[in-house]
Nanobody
Framework: QVQLVASGGGLVQAGGSLRLSCAAS????????MGWYRQAPGQQRELVAV???????NYADSVKGRFNISRDNAKNTVYLQMNSLKPEDTAVYYC???????????????WGQGTQVTVSS
């Protein structure tokens, strides 16, 4: 079993910055992809940014140029640096990791508990 613990959310004014962190712990052989998703009230959960083990990244168009995703493979941790925040970035942010717990097992999808990000205008 793998646990993802996210932190770093909070309240910030428009134009400000926040940095989210998400650490994976438990029985981990390898992590293929880590990422961040968000869900605003009344909206579906949407992809914000993902990073794969090679370091390649993908961003939602709405956050390109403002957000940066990175990971520390030694710490099984993914980060999301959010700059130039806008009120429309307000949502619960969830971290996600696709994890293999042994050489012989398949990848399993895990989710963190979510952290609230609120951007005031």
């Amino acid at each position: 079993q793998v646990q993802l613990v996210a932190s770093g959310g909070g309240l910030v004014q428009a134009g400000g910055s926040l940095r989210l962190s998400c650490a994976a712990s438990g029985i981990i052989f390898s992590i293929d992809r880590m990422g961040w998703y968000r869900q605003a009230p009344g909206q579906q959960r949407e992809l914000v940014a993902v990073i794969i083990s090679s370091g390649s990244t993908n961003y939602a168009d709405s956050v390109k140029g403002r957000f940066n995703i990175s990971r520390d493979n030694a710490k099984n941790t993914v980060y999301l640096q959010m700059n130039s925040l806008k009120p429309e970035d307000t949502a619960v942010y969830y971290c996600n990791a696709i994890v293999r717990d042994s050489f012989y097992s398949g990848f399993v999808d895990y989710w963190g508990q979510g952290t609230q990000v609120t951007v005031s205008s």
